[in-house]
């Protein structure tokens, strides 16, 4: 076997730890290289905090479940959360005093719009080739969220939905070459929406439904993006007694069976429930 043959093998069986050793379990090692992820759920699931958590996990050696790697960081809603960053930074330069400041290793970009997106991966193919010869490469790239460049820009209509789909592939085939030319692992989160109806169409494991705070919910952009991803990864919350809980639940996935775990978020970060006391959440 030539060498750039092993190192693509060792690329396709790369994953990232998430920073928790359960919810890494549940991930059968992490989230992969050279594929999308998708994590969905409801506002308040933890999307935006399991993203950050793994940005900075992304620093750490491989000997730890890293990928000494830098990240980018786009978001597609409201302002970054980089006093949130900033907190868990915190914590992770707590367990990891020998690394650099994990903050300058993350890379934030705003987009507002799908077209922005797909006008943007040729920029961010360039800036991924420069980060090899300057810093610590990058090799996670995430998304939060996907749902949100779709959510106004789009009506109900035939010209719409053709324009909508085919953005839909451009994004996703565009990330999808990135992810497999540097190894990549990318990230995308979105968001849910009530189900309606009582038919028994389902994408994926869980035959009984999402469900999500007592409610019924299904993945907001339909079947054309849930064929854009490789993997779709459930969070849902609940609310009944003292304490917020929160459930990782794996939908679909080519190198996972259905697995699920508990979670709680604190101050210095997301934790499998096996790892931590239960208590209130200190998210601020």
């Not at 928790?20 to 933890?46: A, K, M, Q």
């Not at 610590?136 to 009506?155: G, K, Q, T």
Request: hydrophobic share 40%.
């Amino acid at each position: 076997m030539r060498p750039e043959n092993l190192l693509l093998l060792r690329h396709r069986s790369e994953k990232c730890t998430v920073g928790c050793p359960v919810l890494d379990r549940c991930l059968n090692g992490g989230v992969p290289c050279r594929s999308i992820t998708e994590f969905v759920g409801e506002s308040g699931s933890g999307k935006t905090q399991l993203c950050l958590q793994l940005a900075l996990s992304a620093q750490l050696p491989s000997s730890h479940g890293g990928l000494s790697a830098s990240s980018i960081f786009i978001h597609t809603e409201f302002h970054f959360p980089f006093r949130r960053l900033h907190q868990l930074s915190g914590a992770f330069r707590t367990s990891h005093p020998d690394l650099p400041d994990p903050c300058d290793r993350v890379f934030v970009r705003a987009v507002h719009s799908a077209d922005e997106l797909l006008h943007l991966i040729p920029t961010i193919e360039t800036f991924l080739v420069y980060s090899r010869s300057r810093w610590r490469p990058v090799r996670i790239v995430v998304i939060d969220s996907i749902a949100a460049l779709f959510r106004s820009d789009f009506e109900n209509t035939g010209s719409d939905l053709r324009r909508r789909s085919s953005l839909f592939f451009g994004i996703s085939g565009g990330l999808r070459r990135l992810a497999k030319r540097f190894g990549l692992a990318v990230v995308v989160t979105n968001q849910v929406v009530d189900f309606i109806g009582d038919g028994d169409v389902r994408v994926g494991n869980l035959s009984d439904g999402l469900y999500s705070s007592g409610r019924r919910v299904c993945p907001a952009l339909g079947l054309a993006w849930a064929h854009c991803v490789n993997s779709r990864v459930f969070l849902s919350r609940d609310e009944d007694g003292p304490v917020r809980r929160r459930r990782m639940s794996v939908v679909f996935a080519p190198h996972l069976p259905h697995s699920s775990s508990q979670f709680l978020i604190k101050g210095e970060g997301v934790f499998g429930v096996e790892n931590i006391q239960p208590e209130p959440d200190k998210t601020v």
